[in-house]
Structure formats: C-alpha cells, structure tokens
C-alpha cells in the first residue's frame, strides 16, 4: 500500500494550495458542528437510537450470517440508522453514502441512476434483493434511483469480486437489497412528503398476525415535475435554464406473508411491484431544450423462501425467484427507419437456489448449493433469446486458533449456460484477528471473477455478436479493521487496498459500412485505496461517518497500432470520493449533515485535460423530531439538499439540481 | 479518548487533502493562408467537437483553432463546414447552431442560432443566400450568409434531409429517410420552395457537383438490421441540373461494396466514394468505375485537394479518442498521417 501512494499519482497531485482551499472549506463548515455540539451542550440528554456496533452481523460476504470484522474482505452497511441518516427516498440516495459506491446520475430524482464499485462500470456490479437476483441478463446495469426505500430494511454492499458465491456480474462487487420481513406485530404507518419541484408522496405500511402467521404489506407513490433551475454555459453566455419533460410517477407496492410451521421450518412469501413512469430527457447541448422522451419500467417479483432446520448441523434453504420486467422507450425526436424511435424489452427470469448449510462444529462451517434459472427477453430491438442456467458452488468457514485466531473462506462456483461460455470462479479469503478489544484483525482475498456477455452484446438487432466471450477479471485485496470502545467514543476504521484486473472486456467498435459490433478487446485495471471511520463521541452527543475512496482505473491495453487511450484513466471514474456524515441525536431531535466530495472526471478516453467534469462538493442536511404518545409515534423531518447551490454534474450534459427541500410527516401505530 | 483525537485529525487532514483538477494546456492558433480544415465531431452529447488545421506545406498540425482562438469549446457534433468569403460557417447539430468563424483569425464572427432545429449540412449560394438541412425536421433552413439572419427557418423537403448543394442557381438536396426515401428535392432560391423532386436510388445522402456541372448523389441503399437479405444495393446517380433527371447510375452490388458512404468529387474529373474493403474511384465523364478498390482501407471521411490532387481519409477509430487524418498521394501512395480530433468527419481545403 506504502508503494502504491507513492508509486501513482495520487499524491503527486496534491497541493498545497488544494489542501489549504479544502481545509479552509472544512473549517468553515466545522462552525456549523460546533453550533450543534452547543445545542446539544445545552440541551444536552442522550438517545440510544445511533450506537456503532462492532460486531455488525452480515449475509452477503459468505451466504451466511458473519461479522463484519470477521470476513475476508469488506462489507458495508446501510442500516436503518444510515437509512435515517440520509436524504431521499431511493436505494440511490443511500447507497451514495457507503464506501467504494460511486454514483452516476443523469439528472435528479428518477432520473436514471447506476453504480460503480470500485472504479468498474455500472454493469459490473450484480444487484440482489434477499440474496436473489435483481440484474437483468439484458443489460447488466439496474437503475437504483427507481428503487423506493419503502420496504427496505437495510443494504450490504460486498465490494471486491464474488463470483465464487453469486456468480456472473459479480466483478466490481455485489449490492443486497435486504427487505423488511413480516414480525407479526400489528404495526400500521403512513407517511406524506411534499418538496421542490412538485414533488409529493404518500405511503403506507402495515402488518400484523401472530408467531405462526405474519402479514405485511405496503404501497408507495410519489410524483414530481423534476423541473429544476440549472446553469448551462456555451462559453459565450452563462443561461439559467429550467429541466423540460423530466416529471415522473412512481409506484411501488408490496406484500411479504410469513408462516412459521413449527420452530424449524420458515416459509415466506413477497410479492413487489412497481412502476416507473417518467420523461427521459437529453443531454443539455445548448441552452434549447425540447424533450420529448419517455421511459417506463414495470418490474415484479415473486420471492418464495423456505428455511427449514433439519438438526442442530444441518439448515436447508429453497429459494424460488420469479422476475418480470417490462421496459418501454418512447422519443418523438429521434426519427429512425421512416417513424419515431420506441422500443419494448421484455425480460423473465425464474430461478432455484437451494442452499445448505452444515456447521460441522463451532469453528467449521460448509455451504453448498446450486442455481437453476432460465431467462428470456423479447424486444423489438434485440433477438428473441432463452438462457438456461446451471451452477454449483461451495463455500466453508474455518477457524484456527494458532495462536491467533484466523479463518479461512475458501469458495468456489461453476456457472454453465445454454447461449454463452461458462465459468469456473474460485476464491480464497483469510482473516486473523491480532486483538480483540482494542479490535485488530487483517483480512485478505484473491479470486477469480467474470461476466458473460449481455443479450444486448449478443443478440442486439444489426450488431449483436454470438462469438463473444465472458470477460475475466482477477481480485485481490488486503485490509485491516480496527476499533475500541471505552466510555469516551466508540471508533472503527477500516482500510482496504485493492487491485482488479480484468481482461476480454467487451466494448462495441465501429466496422465497415458505420456498422458496430461488440468484442473482447480490452484490458482494464482498476487499483485503489478505501478508508472509512464510524465515530460514536459520548453515547451519539455527535456521530461521525466518513468514508474516502482512491481509485485509479486504467484502459491497460491497445485497441490498436497507436491508441493513445492505452494506459489512460477510464472516462467519467472520479479518482477520489469522499463522504463525511455528521449526525446528532437527542430528546427526540436528530441532526445529520452529509458532505461530499467527487473529484474530477475525464470525459475522453485519452484523457484531454480541456474535457473534464470538474471536483464538486455539496452538503445535504437534514432535521427530524419524533415523539411517542401512548401507542402512536410522530415524526417530521425536514431535508435540504445542496444547501451551498453548487451547479455540478456526474455525467456531462446532464446538470444536476440546484438547493433542493423536501418535508416529511410520519405517523406510526403499534 | 486520545485514540479517537487522532482518527479525528487524521479525518481532518484527508479530508483537506484533494487533488487539483488537470490544467489544459495553452493551443496554439495560427494565420492560415493555405491549409486544411479538419472538422472533429466529438462525442454525442460531450461538447467535444474541435476543428483541427493541418498546413502541409510546413508540415504542422494545429489541434484546435477554435478553442485556441475563442477560449471555448466549439459545440456538440459539428457536422459540416465551407468556406465563403474568408468566413467558415461549421454546423454544430447537436448544439442548434451555426458557428461563424474568420478564416484568418479564427475568432467567432457570430453565431446563428436554430433552438428546435438539427442543422446538419450547409451550402453557401452567394453573399445573401446559404441553406442547411434539419435532419429531423424534414426540412432546409435558408439565411443571409453575411448578416446571418434566418430568411425561412422551415421549407419543407423529403425524409431525414442530409446532403445539399448548389447547382445551376438551384439548391438540390439528399432526402436520406435513413432508407425510407430515395428522392432528391429541388429548392428554387428566389421563392424558397421546393420546385422539384427527383428519383434517385434509396438513402440518398451526399451529393456534389463535378467539373461537368452535373450532380453526383451517393444513395446508400437500405440496410435492413433485422434480416439483411432485404437489403438493397448502394448507387451512384448522375443528375442534369438544368431538366433535373437522371442522366446516369452507376450501381454498386451488396456483394462486392456494402453500403456505400461518403463522397469526394475532384474537378479533374473523378470521383471517391468509401466502400466495404476500401476506396471506390469512378469517372465523372464516363460516369464509370475506374478502380473498385483504389486504396484498401476503409475511412470515416474523405476528402481530395483539387490542387495537389492528395486524398485525405479521415479514420475516427474508437468513436471514442482522437482520430487520425491518413494523407494519400494521387498515385494511391501514404504519404503521410496526422492526429485530429475526435471523430474527424469533414475535410475541406483553404487554397
């Protein structure tokens, strides 16, 4: 890692100048700390709703229940604290707070939205929802900002390669959307929000039922115009401008039923839909705007889950899976074959994912099981196509006590398919705990990773290619996790250095007749460094988040005789991310200021310097009061979005929102 | 309590520390007496488009003279570009623009702004008339190419308008419909209406006048993605301005060819077009192939001096990074190559 900071550029870049401007910003920004450190002085009475833990227990890193500090790479959460902690009401909103999780996003709510872990593309990051697949094989690539938080109960987010666990896509990292389960307490809830751009929600949950049989359900809509004041500048003039054909509708409803048959058998039932309606608008090239674009997603699921615990050793799992998605493209401007473009994508996939779990003694530990899935998709853009799906994988936990502790996670997955090559993945992981209070524990991992070919990359009409092949990536890392409590503060920090490199990357290149055709033909590397810090001062007088990401993802190979984009930073991946939360709770108020920074980006692939993406900042705050009368609970909240107007963008073209406000009101029965 | 003071100044210290944002360098920007203007696109939505000058006689590049000499980017998709008058008028679609440039100093004359409209290519009558297409308005723009007002924002024409010239005081223009028109539309200046229609082979797209005054149009024939056996076969129209008919075809079969794009007609008498394997060169006289493969390499753009009767093959490689200009002598021999912009699709010549 010593040689990594001083062999790249990373710090080469560093100035003092930068470093004073940015601490002069902070320090600025401090006062507003120091304010509520102040109020909380005077007001001062401690809440025990935000307590760091060190022994957060995670599902994703293993297929089984670990913590956090115990695994061989890192695993982040967002937890219903976070999840208050943030601003929004998309996974997008959440997910922009966690470590190595880079945002892409083409203009405010709805707006699409896509994430890249660890420097790879939006398409190398395989999205789950309980542990079942929620990536198409269309595109790879989900729009988080069209997933409501509504039934969320929280997020994991294994970044690192795991394809010896969840198989393809699984390259940049793995995002399980882990919703709320049916409790079987009669809960009820209702929640209105209005903010700018006439933006306005409801939402309703409730449940109930008893040890044996538990309901839950919930309906969301929020609608807005999207129609946003931004800058734009053709060099000559500055123009304050206002978003066109951006409004959205979104609709999200479920039900999840819960049946206990007896103490060792688990069955439940979730059914989602939803429904995403909005205005898909260009790119702003000039200060006239006439969008005319829309796009709409209807996505549902069926997830049939039964846990069954056939001894003390043995526990069973069967997953059913039913996935439809349905997306239409509509737009008037663009006139293609005598008529206006609009297009359909129908995807179905189903899957079985039996999983069993054996614990042979308190230190040794085996999954096993297989992935049974069939996927189709029929558009008037891409061949009718079915891929069928077979995969076996196996994964153990094993602890030594030589003297200190270490585990071992070897694992290892194959992945057949009907339509494409398959794969075998491997991957060893170790973590030796030096300490346990103080906590210090080291972790490594190394695997092999993949992703096959999209049915865009194979079958697209006119330019899909049937000789493709997966691409292959190799992962490793190597981190240290470390923390203490004592009545002071609690602390936790981690650091992670990894290195991705990944090989037969598929890109489309133009070919004769201004056709273009998709090929394995690029190397990439993506290397980098991610620290985050949770910070809990005097029982949550003031908590602290902070996460800063290093990246440096590189084109390493030569598409031709001369290409200048060999060696070359990949176009819009910032080199540096970073997230600071500070939060306070107390006598019912709770007050979070989230600052951000994004570093620029190149938008050429041979790295012009006179086409960037510019650093930007932004601060989000937010403020809530709650309280509890006999079995009702109130709660308001209040969230501002870029309070300092800073006019950015992540993704040229596509301005994002000036200060933005949205209000919150929340009635909950229990 | 100590432990957690230095996490927290370490925060403190990391979070000051960012890296500076990358400085572009200062360009260059030349008086150009005789060279070649290469017209760089630039990504779709990336307001890349650049225009880069290449003086063969000292042998020297100039990357963008546009920035260089107005300190901003030249737009978003510059389709187009012709010299009147020691002015260049550059099509900038993507951002509804016209950009008027001086030839000498490079500085912005003016700009003609077209909100609603997709100008894509330009011709320039006289001093008082010039006229673009709107690719996706099925429609010609005509303004005063000197005060640089719109004389009529809209005339109608065919399907997805691209290529347009100026023959026999008339403005003749390619209705492309991507394949779904095959005609070619006659404008008369002094009423700016559309006098004439003329059937050509489908997806006509470029189109130029030869040394004989005759109009060659390049149909690209229809490309069917879904099944390409319906596919049909590029040509090459003759037309005689004055009683707007066909006077010769010269077809290109699906087999041998592809789909033939782009044109370069010379005054001594020939012509190029950009074929499957290569460089097609055909006479203009005898409206007949001379050579169906007369340079082996395929290219985004192309272009031939007049004067020194060199072909310029502009080849945008990735879409994605700089392209490279590929200078032929007319022998067919490399003579030479330069870098440009991203996606060089125009080359014309200042003589």
Not at chain 1, 81 to 97: F, P
Not at chain 1, 272 to 291: E, F, I, L
Not at chain 2, 165 to 175: E, P, S
Not at chain 2, 309 to 318: F, T
């Amino acid at each position: 890692m010593r040689n990594y900071f001083y062999d790249h550029i990373f710090l080469a870049q560093l100035s003092f100048q930068g470093w004073a401007f940015c601490c002069y910003q902070f320090f600025v920004k401090k006062i507003i700390i120091i304010s509520l450190l102040f109020f909380r002085a005077l007001f001062g009475e401690e809440d025990s709703t935000i307590v760091y833990r060190l022994n957060d227990v995670v599902v994703t890193g293993t297929r089984s229940p670990v913590a956090v500090e115990k695994l061989s790479s890192t695993v982040q959460i967002a937890d219903s604290v976070l999840i208050a902690q943030s601003n929004g009401t998309s996974i997008a909103d959440v997910l922009s707070s966690i470590s190595g999780v880079s945002l892409r996003n083409y203009g405010g709510t709805a707006a699409l939205q896509s994430i890249s872990l660890r420097g790879m593309g939006s398409d190398y990051s395989l999205i789950l929802i309980n542990g079942q697949r929620f990536t198409t094989f269309q595109t790879n690539t989900v729009d988080v900002g069209i997933f409501s938080l509504l039934d969320v109960d929280r997020i994991e987010v294994a970044a690192g390669g795991n394809s010896s666990l969840y198989g393809t896509d699984a390259v940049g990292g793995v995002v399980n959307i882990i919703t709320k389960k049916p409790t079987g307490k009669t809960t009820g809830t209702f929640a209105g929000s209005v903010g700018s751009f006439g933006m306005n929600s409801y939402q309703f949950s409730g449940g109930g039922g008893n040890e044996q049989m538990s309901l839950l359900a919930s309906v969301r809509n929020e609608r807005g115009r999207n129609d946003y004041e931004f800058y734009f500048s053709d060099g000559i003039n500055r123009y304050k401008l206002q978003r066109m054909g951006s409004d959205y509708l979104l609709s999200n409803y479920s039900i999840s039923a819960r049946s206990m048959f007896d103490t060792l058998a688990v069955s439940m039932i979730t059914l989602r839909y939803s429904n995403a309606d909005r205005g898909q608008p260009d790119a702003v090239t000039s200060n006239y705007q006439n969008n005319l674009a829309r796009i709409n997603d209807k996505d549902l699921i069926l997830n049939i889950v039964t846990d069954i615990e056939l001894s003390n050793e043995w526990t069973v799992s069967f997953p059913i899976s039913i996935y439809n998605k349905h997306q239409t493209y509509r737009n008037p401007n663009i006139i293609t074959n005598g008529s206006p473009v609009s297009s359909f994508y129908e995807n179905n996939n189903i899957s079985f994912t039996p999983l069993f779990q054996i614990s042979m003694s308190s230190d040794h530990m085996l999954n096993a099981g297989w992935d049974i899935a069939v996927a189709s998709i029929s558009s008037n853009e891409v061949h009718s196509a079915r891929r069928e799906q077979f995969s076996g994988f196996i994964s153990s936990q094993n602890i030594f006590h030589i003297p200190y502790e270490i585990i071992m996670y070897p694992s290892v997955r194959y992945d057949s398919f009907s339509d494409t090559e398959g794969a075998l993945s491997p991957k060893i992981g170790i973590n030796i705990g030096i300490l346990d209070q103080p906590l210090l524990r080291f972790r490594s991992s190394y695997g092999k990773n993949y992703r096959v070919p999209t049915f865009n990359d194979l079958y697209w009409i006119g330019g899909g290619n049937l000789s493709l092949k997966p691409e292959h990536s190799k992962n490793y890392d190597i981190g240290v996790i470390a923390g203490c409590n004592d009545e002071f503060a609690s602390v936790l920090v981690e650091v992670n250095y990894f290195a991705i490199n990944a090989t037969d990357k598929i890109v489309w290149q133009p070919i004769a007749g201004n056709m273009w055709l998709p090929k394995n033909l690029q190397s990439v590397s993506s290397k980098g460094v991610e620290i985050s810090a949770k910070v809990n001062i005097l029982k949550n007088i003031l908590t602290i988040q902070y996460h800063q990401n290093f990246v440096q993802a590189i084109k390493t190979s030569s598409d031709y005789s001369g290409d200048e984009t060999e060696n070359k930073i990949l176009a819009f991946v910032p080199q540096e991310t970073s997230t600071f939360i500070l939060g306070s709770s107390f006598s019912g108020i709770s007050m979070n200021i989230i600052y951000s920074i994004t570093g620029y980006r190149y938008e050429t692939a041979n790295n012009n310097p006179r086409f960037i993406l510019p650093t930007f900042d932004k601060v989000d705050v937010n403020l809530s009061y709650g309280f509890t009368l006999h079995s009702m609970s109130v709660r308001f909240k209040i969230e501002a979005n870029n309070i300092f107007n800073n006019d950015y963008q992540m993704i040229s073209g596509y301005p994002m929102p000036l200060k933005n406000y949205m209000m919150t009101s929340e009635i909950s029965f229990y | 309590m100590r432990q957690t003071i230095t996490v927290l100044f370490s925060i403190s210290i990391l979070v000051g520390c960012r890296m500076n944002d990358p400085i572009a360098p200062v360009q260059e920007n030349p008086v150009v007496i005789k060279g070649v203007y290469i017209l760089n696109e630039g990504g779709f939505t990336k307001s890349n488009a650049s225009l880069t000058v290449y003086v063969p006689d000292s042998n020297t590049v100039y990357p963008d003279v546009f920035s260089a000499a107005n300190n901003r980017s030249l737009g978003d998709v510059a389709n187009d570009i012709v010299i009147h008058n020691n002015k260049a008028y550059i099509v900038v679609n993507n951002s509804h623009k016209i950009e008027i440039i001086s030839t000498e100093t490079h500085k912005s004359l003016g700009t003609i702004q077209v909100p609603g409209n997709s100008p894509f290519k330009i011709v320039i009558l006289n001093d008082s008339k010039g006229y673009f297409t709107n690719l996706y308005k099925n429609s010609v723009t005509a303004f005063n190419p000197t005060s640089y007002a719109i004389i009529k924002e809209n005339i109608p024409v065919g399907l997805n308008p691209q290529g347009i010239t100026a023959a026999n005081g008339k403005i003749f223009v390619c209705n492309s419909g991507y394949g779904f028109d095959s005609t070619v539309s006659v404008i008369d200046p002094n009423i700016d209406t559309v006098v004439a229609t003329i059937k050509v082979g489908k997806s006509p797209a470029d189109i130029s006048v030869d040394s004989d005054g005759e109009i060659i149009v390049l149909c690209n024939g229809y490309s069917d993605f879904s099944n390409s056996s319906n596919d049909t076969p590029g040509s090459i129209f003759i037309i005689d301005p004055k009683s707007y008919t066909v006077t010769s075809t010269i077809l290109l079969p699906l087999a041998t060819y592809g789909h033939p794009n782009e044109l370069a007609i010379s005054n001594k008498g020939y012509g190029f077009t950009v074929v499957n394997s290569g460089i097609l060169k055909f006479d203009t006289k005898s409206n007949s192939i001379i050579s169906s493969l007369f340079i082996s390499k395929t290219s985004y753009s192309i272009a031939v001096d007049n004067v020194s009767e060199r072909i310029y093959l502009g080849d945008a490689r990735d879409f994605a990074s700089n392209g490279k200009i590929y200078v032929y002598e007319k022998n067919a021999v490399l003579k030479d190559s330069i870098t440009t912009g991203i996606i060089p699709g125009t080359i014309i010549f200042k003589q």
